[in-house]
């Protein structure tokens, strides 16, 4: 069964960010908030890649590639926060997190629920950015319906 690729290159995205988190706490620079901020690249690359698929199979439709081009930026995002919450349990659930907020720009004492609620609203407003300045990027080479 193949995979689609929305979801594969999702994928890539999740496992890219994973693996980076996990180096980041391995050598000791996880408390550096501004590393975080690289993960972007990875979905660059995941949802240039969706696009790119979409071209070489013919779809030059702006619409269907856009919509392509987010679930695959979601699918990442979901995968991710998913992950971090099984992380987070595995490392002391709220206490692991408050660690994480002591770094990141978030006030009081979240829980696994509250820090993971907000990254996604985070990672849905950052999907539709990467989508959008992707689909200005490749806008020239597709067809507008």
Same mark, same amino acid.
């Given at each position: 069964?193949? @995979?689609?690729?929305? +979801?594969?290159?999702?994928?890539?995205?999740?496992?890219?960010?994973?693996?980076? +988190?996990?180096?980041? #706490?391995?050598?000791?620079?996880?408390?550096?908030?501004?590393?975080?901020?690289?993960?972007?690249?990875?979905?660059?690359?995941?949802?240039?890649?969706?696009?790119?698929? %979409?071209?070489?199979?013919?779809?030059? %439709?702006?619409?269907? %590639?856009?919509?392509?081009?987010?679930?695959?930026? @979601?699918?990442?995002?979901?995968?991710?926060? @998913?992950?971090?919450?099984?992380?987070? =349990? @595995?490392?002391?659930?709220?206490? =692991?997190?408050?660690?994480?907020?002591?770094?990141?720009?978030?006030?009081?004492?979240?829980?696994? +629920?509250?820090?993971?609620?907000?990254?996604?609203?985070?990672?849905?407003?950052?999907?539709?950015?990467?989508?959008?300045?992707?689909?200005? =990027?490749?806008? #020239?080479?597709?067809?507008?319906?």
């Amino acid at each position: 069964m193949k @995979l689609p690729k929305e +979801f594969l290159n999702g994928c890539i995205i999740f496992a890219a960010t994973g693996v980076f +988190f996990l180096l980041m #706490n391995a050598v000791g620079l996880g408390h550096l908030f501004y590393l975080r901020l690289i993960n972007v690249f990875f979905v660059f690359y995941g949802v240039n890649r969706t696009i790119k698929m %979409n071209l070489a199979e013919g779809e030059k %439709n702006f619409v269907p %590639n856009s919509v392509a081009a987010l679930l695959t930026s @979601l699918v990442g995002v979901f995968l991710s926060i @998913l992950g971090l919450i099984i992380y987070s =349990y @595995l490392q002391g659930g709220d206490s =692991y997190v408050q660690s994480l907020s002591e770094t990141f720009l978030f006030g009081g004492n979240p829980s696994i +629920f509250a820090y993971s609620i907000s990254l996604l609203f985070e990672g849905i407003a950052s999907s539709v950015i990467v989508t959008m300045l992707l689909m200005l =990027y490749w806008n #020239n080479r597709l067809t507008s319906d």
